[in-house]
């Protein structure tokens, strides 16, 4: 069993290690636009994640699977380290929630990819910066890596619930 929770630790860090770059990643994604005005000439714009709702909600699901995570983390690190769960009683919910937290991160890295190609089809980039969309992609691309970290996870989480709790006789 000792192998399955220090897999399980690897996988929760490396989860938390990229939910934690992809919100750094989108967060600091910007960029500036000229625009040509008929009145006003050029008008610099500036735009970043906040101006499009598939990229915010993107910073939603891995900023909540970041502080998931973490606190997944810290208990894989005491299950690991002595062997035994934090509390027995919230094992079940334990693997239910890792389910559960790992699809809304997945969905999140989905609606970041779908716009990234969305806003690729525009005529020419008319709206946004390709610097800005390849930083935006490899933001979805750390939330589809911590996606798979947890699901893994959630499965490896399972089989140490099943082994230890159901089979014991």
């Known amino acids: 069993m000792g192998c399955l929770a220090i897999v399980n630790l690897l996988l929760r860090v490396l989860s938390f290690v990229c939910l934690a770059t992809s919100v750094t990643i989108l967060?600091?994604?910007?960029?500036?636009?000229?625009?040509?005005?008929?009145?006003?000439?050029?008008?610099?714009?500036?735009?970043?994640?906040?101006?499009?709702y598939a990229?915010?909600?993107m910073l939603a699901c891995s900023g909540a699977?970041?502080?998931?995570?973490?606190?997944?983390?810290?208990?894989?690190?005491?299950?690991?380290?002595?062997?035994?769960?934090?509390?027995?009683?919230?094992?079940?919910?334990?693997?239910?929630?890792?389910?559960i937290m790992s699809m809304i991160v997945g969905t999140g890295a989905a609606a970041g990819f779908g716009l990234t190609v969305d806003l690729n089809r525009l005529p020419s980039r008319a709206m946004v910066t390709v610097d800005f969309l390849n930083k935006a992609n490899a933001a979805a691309g750390f939330c589809l890596a911590?996606?798979?970290?947890?699901?893994?996870?959630?499965?490896?989480?399972?089989?140490?619930?099943?082994?230890d709790y159901l089979y014991d006789c």
Do not use: W
């Open 27 to 52: 967060t600091t994604s910007s960029s500036d636009m000229s625009v040509a005005s008929v009145f006003h000439g050029d008008v610099e714009v500036k735009y970043g994640f906040s101006d499009f």
């Open 55 to 57: 990229y915010r909600y």
């Open 65 to 99: 699977g970041f502080v998931y995570s973490l606190l997944q983390t810290a208990i894989a690190i005491i299950h690991a380290k002595t062997g035994d769960c934090v509390c027995d009683k919230l094992s079940l919910f334990d693997v239910y929630a890792d389910k």
């Open 146 to 163: 911590g996606f798979a970290c947890n699901m893994i996870s959630s499965f490896i989480s399972f089989k140490i619930f099943k082994d």
